[in-house]
């Protein structure tokens, strides 16, 4: 059975999930921007505590998705969503009639741009919980965790998931498929919501010391998302704050995807992960001042980094 992937967006997310397809026996293309000559030259390494370190090279790998040619039976987005990118235009040249767009991305309320420009694509929803980071051109670094939750938009396990999920079973991690995937999104958002934002508010605190300081207001965050997504339809299990304070304890420290973009001085997903989360809360008449502080203090941040106020910080991406 064919399984011709291509992977857009060669970040941490992107070069490790798609270096472990290539494991499992696919045929993987990634597309690579910033890193091409690097890539091109030593492949993609991958120093992964729990599976080993590895050399990468993809079968293929191109500048942009409308290179690939032919139809892959996967596409990967692993970009960040953010309001600058147009996700649907840059995958739009490798989708065809039997592509299964799948994205593996943080986000509340992010696939109806996906679903308006390919409604006749199955859409898979991808969340990986996960504690990795690109430290370098082409150097991936896997610290803790890995699982992977998959379900099709808008509900439901098809054939083409289970075969994806049963793939990355092959490569050495844990993947799941979910019926409710959006109420699995909920779940991510529980982690997401305190701990992307706290990072880059406190500036530059690790998971494990914000959780130290600050557990109750971690705590009052998570509920706040626990009762937007009961209200949304999508109740989520009892002990979901405490697992999710167990997981923090238990993980390295731990720079939060959002804070590495605001280090090197790039937009940050604060629409995806906070206003989408809160505006939710909003059509549901729900009062969450936590999330509407978080959200607040966030897009102040965002102006200063906008108008160069915030100094120079170091590059960990």
């Not at 998931?161 to 799941?176: C, F, N, Q, V």
């Not at 934002?197 to 706040?224: C, D, F, H, K, Y």
């Not at 937007?228 to 731990?254: C, F, K, Q, W």
Request: charged content about 20%.
């Amino acid at each position: 059975m064919s399984n011709k992937v291509l992977v857009v967006g060669s970040g941490a997310i992107g070069g490790f999930y798609g270096a472990l397809l290539a494991k499992a026996g696919a045929d993987v293309t990634m597309t690579c921007r910033s890193d091409f000559e690097t890539v091109k030259r030593r492949g993609f390494r991958i120093d992964s505590r729990e599976l080993g370190s590895w050399r990468f090279f993809p079968r293929r790998l191109v500048q942009r998705s409308g290179e690939y040619g032919g139809e892959p039976d996967f596409l990967l987005l692993c970009t960040k969503v953010k309001p600058d990118l147009d996700r649907a235009e840059l995958i739009r040249d490798a989708v065809g009639p039997n592509t299964a767009i799948v994205f593996i991305q943080n986000g509340i309320d992010i696939e109806a741009e996906l679903q308006a420009a390919f409604p006749d694509n199955e859409l898979i929803s991808g969340l990986a919980f996960v504690c990795c980071n690109r430290i370098a051109p082409g150097e991936i670094q896997h610290l803790a965790y890995g699982r992977l939750l998959l379900g099709n938009m808008p509900s439901g396990v098809s054939d083409k998931t289970r075969r994806l999920a049963d793939l990355y079973r092959t490569s050495g991690i844990e993947a799941e498929t979910c019926e409710d995937i959006v109420g699995g999104r909920w779940q991510k958002c529980v982690w997401n919501a305190p701990f992307n934002p706290l990072s880059v508010l406190s500036g530059g605190l690790a998971t494990q010391t914000i959780l130290q300081n600050q557990e109750s207001l971690v705590r009052r965050i998570m509920t706040e998302v626990q009762a937007i997504a009961e209200a949304a339809g999508h109740p989520l299990p009892a002990d979901i704050i405490e697992r999710n304070i167990a997981m923090t304890r238990s993980m390295p420290p731990y720079k939060t995807s959002m804070l590495l973009d605001f280090e090197t001085g790039q937009s940050m997903e604060t629409e995806a992960i906070l206003g989408n989360t809160v505006r939710a809360a909003e059509r549901l008449g729900l009062d969450v001042p936590c999330l509407q502080s978080l959200y607040a203090l966030m897009r102040l941040r965002e102006q200063q980094s906008a108008t160069g106020l915030g100094g120079k910080h170091p590059s960990h991406n």
